[in-house]
Each structure stands twice: as structure tokens, then as C-alpha cells.
């Protein structure tokens, strides 16, 4: 059942202390227009994201910001979604490169801060 996993994996990244995604400024923007469009509000702090260099962003999210983010990345990624083929692209491609970073945690961090982390979507380093 894929909706469990999902649900597992969004309790592990709320248990995250703080994690660090790196990516095009582009991408970063994008994500945010789509959390925003999300019940209308966006829940991200302020001044999160900063130059990393090489054309890149590195954006500091709390797990509950990660959490938020997958599953608005998970929704939106869904070949039903209103998103267009771009879009689903690019959701798909960051819940995945978010999964693989909570799935190696587990759900025994659920419940506990995790040491910040990198996730690298959007972007070939």
C-alpha cells in the first residue's frame, strides 16, 4: 500500500531536526509556488534559502517543511494531478530524492531529531 509508506515516510520527516536541500534557484521557486497554492498558504520560514555556489541554492528546512513538501510533491506528482507533464516531473523527481533520504533513517527517528542531512534534487552536482 503506497499510501502507508507515504504516510511512514512523511512521520520520519517530521521527526527531522533540520535537513538541507540543494538545487537550482528555479527549482527551489517552483516548489515553493506549489506549497503556497496548497491551501492557499505556504509554511516555510523566512530567509531559508542561501547562494551555495555554482548556480545552486541551499535551503534549510525544518522536518515538519520537509514533510509538508513531500507530500505536496507526492499530490502533485500523480499523473491525475492538475500539474502539467513538467510539473509532475519535477514532484516526482524530489519525492523520490526525499524518500530515499527518510527511507534510510527509518521509522525508529520518527520520534527524535536527526543530525541536518543534504538532499540534492534538481540539480547534477
Given at each position: 500500500m503506497e499510501w502507508m509508506r507515504?504516510?511512514?515516510?512523511?512521520?520520519?520527516a517530521s521527526g527531522i531536526a533540520q535537513i538541507e536541500l540543494l538545487c537550482t534557484p528555479s527549482v527551489w521557486a517552483s516548489l515553493l509556488t506549489?506549497?503556497?497554492?496548497?491551501?492557499?498558504?505556504a509554511h516555510f520560514a523566512d530567509?531559508?534559502?542561501?547562494?551555495?555556489?555554482?548556480?545552486l541554492v541551499r535551503v534549510t528546512l525544518s522536518g515538519l517543511e520537509l514533510a509538508e513538501l513531500m507530500d505536496v510533491a507526492a499530490r502533485r506528482g500523480r499523473w491525475?494531478?492538475?500539474e502539467d507533464r513538467?510539473?509532475?516531473a519535477l514532484c516526482?523527481?524530489?519525492?523520490?530524492?526525499?524518500a530515499a533520504s527518510v527511507d534510510h533513517?527509518?521509522?525508529d527517528h520518527a520520534d527524535?531529531?536527526?543530525?541536518?542531512?543534504?538532499?540534492?534534487?534538481?540539480?547534477?552536482?
Open positions: 507515504r504516510r511512514g515516510r512523511l512521520d520520519v506549489r506549497c503556497a497554492h496548497r491551501y492557499g498558504t530567509g531559508t534559502q542561501q547562494p551555495a555556489g555554482a548556480g491525475w494531478s492538475r513538467p510539473g509532475r516526482r523527481t524530489v519525492y523520490r530524492a526525499a533513517l527509518g521509522p527524535t531529531a536527526i543530525p541536518p542531512i543534504t538532499l540534492t534534487a534538481g540539480a547534477r552536482p
